[in-house]
Structures are given as structure tokens and as C-alpha cells.
T-cell receptor, first 110, second 114 residues
């Protein structure tokens, strides 16, 4: 699976959009971009995934650049409950063993 | 859908003892995964099952570790002769598999080896 690079941490104001970047310059054509998050003392939680097109669901939006070498997870209106470690993972879909990096520690402040 | 259930939530043991953890996946899910997570690190893949077949094990997995999934339902992870380095959170996840697979994780079992 391709390696990903994320900032170690970032702060966000409650009610504002949080934009979380991820670089995956070695991604191959059949690899998906997945985002999970892990709130303290819980297991990781699936957020969203995409292959080429931008995606949106009830939790977030995923913007993938045209060359697929980077992506951004957008939390449109961050709340205190969004404070978590966010993991960007690139993987082939089949036999989806995930390779987690260090993630981005997001702190949403009032 | 009651989610992925893991038991126990916490386990304290002495070095050299054997421990066993249980994972009950979401009932319709055919894939089950075990991960390990140490403080400040992301989860690390250990092994996964498709139904009752164990399809892959991490090369990092010591032979003291064994996992089973009889009848393709719940799974157990056993650690024999525990060492202090085994102290970690052990996470279980399940999924339907297939394209665009999403893993659903349990809350984990926190193991402390004294």
C-alpha cells in the first residue's frame, strides 16, 4: 500500500470547517483513499473513502486532486466531539488490511 | 446492529501467563480482523479471517499469538507466555468485504502485563 503523510496535529475552532490534508504521492491506480478517526478510548471509526471522484456523506467531504497524489478531508462544521486522531490510509480494496500511520491529532476548541 | 463487541475491556496479567480475548463481529460480516495498538501509535495489523479461514498473518506476529474463528462467527485471540512488550490495546474489526470495504471496529481490549 502507498505511504501517506499527514500533519502531526492541528487545531480547529468549533463551528468552523476543518480541512485535513494528506499526501499520497506514490498511490497507484487501483488504490483507494480512506479516512478513519479514533476518538480517545475507542476503536477507529470509518469516515469516508474515494477512488478518483470527490465524495460526500453525512460526516465529511473528501476532495481528491486530479493527479490523486493528495487529498483533503473536510469536516464542514467542527464540533467538540470531532476532537480525535484522523488517519488517512491508501489501500487496495480487496483484503482490506489497513496500514495506519501516525495520523493527525485534531483538537476542536470552543 | 449491535456493533463489534470485545471482551474483556481490560485485562491485567502477570508475565508468563496466558490470556485469551474474544471478539463478536457484526453478525452478517464475513471478514474479521485483529489489530494491536500501543500508546501514541496507530493500530497495527495482526491477522484476518474470511469466514473461518485465516487468510493472512502479520510477519510481526510472534508464534506465541494464535487466533481462531470457529464456524466463521466469533473469534478468539490467545497470547501465550505473555511478555511486558505485549501490553497494548487489542482491537477487533469486521466487514462485509468487497469493493469499498469499510471496517467496523470494537472498543478494544486493553492488556497490561506486569
Amino acid at each position: 500500500d502507498a505511504k501517506t503523510t499527514q500533519p502531526t496535529s492541528m487545531d480547529c475552532a468549533e463551528g468552523r470547517a476543518a480541512n485535513l490534508p494528506c499526501n499520497h504521492s506514490t498511490i497507484s491506480g487501483n488504490e483507494y483513499v480512506y479516512w478513519y478517526r479514533q476518538i480517545h478510548s475507542q476503536g477507529p471509526q470509518y469516515i469516508i473513502h474515494g477512488l478518483k471522484n470527490n465524495e460526500t456523506n453525512e460526516m465529511a467531504s473528501l476532495i481528491i486532486t486530479e493527479d490523486r497524489k493528495s487529498s483533503t478531508l473536510i469536516l464542514p462544521h467542527a464540533t467538540l466531539r470531532d476532537t480525535a486522531v484522523y488517519y488517512c490510509i491508501v489501500t487496495k480494496a480487496a483484503g482490506n488490511k489497513l496500514t495506519f500511520g501516525g495520523g493527525t491529532r485534531v483538537l476542536v476548541k470552543p | 446492529d449491535t456493533g463489534v463487541s470485545q471482551d474483556p475491556r481490560h485485562k491485567i496479567t502477570k508475565r508468563g501467563q496466558n490470556v485469551t480475548f474474544r471478539c463478536d463481529p457484526i453478525s452478517e460480516h464475513n471478514r474479521l480482523y485483529w489489530y494491536r495498538q500501543t500508546l501514541g501509535q496507530g493500530p497495527e495489523f495482526l491477522t484476518y479471517f474470511q469466514n473461518e479461514a485465516q487468510l493472512e498473518k502479520s510477519r510481526l506476529l510472534s508464534d506465541r499469538f494464535s487466533a481462531e474463528r470457529p464456524k466463521g462467527s466469533f473469534s478468539t485471540l490467545e497470547i501465550q507466555r505473555t511478555e511486558q512488550g505485549d501490553s497494548a490495546m487489542y482491537l477487533c474489526a469486521s466487514s462485509f468485504g468487497g469493493t469499498g470495504e469499510k471496517l467496523f471496529f470494537g472498543s478494544g481490549t486493553q492488556l497490561s502485563v506486569l
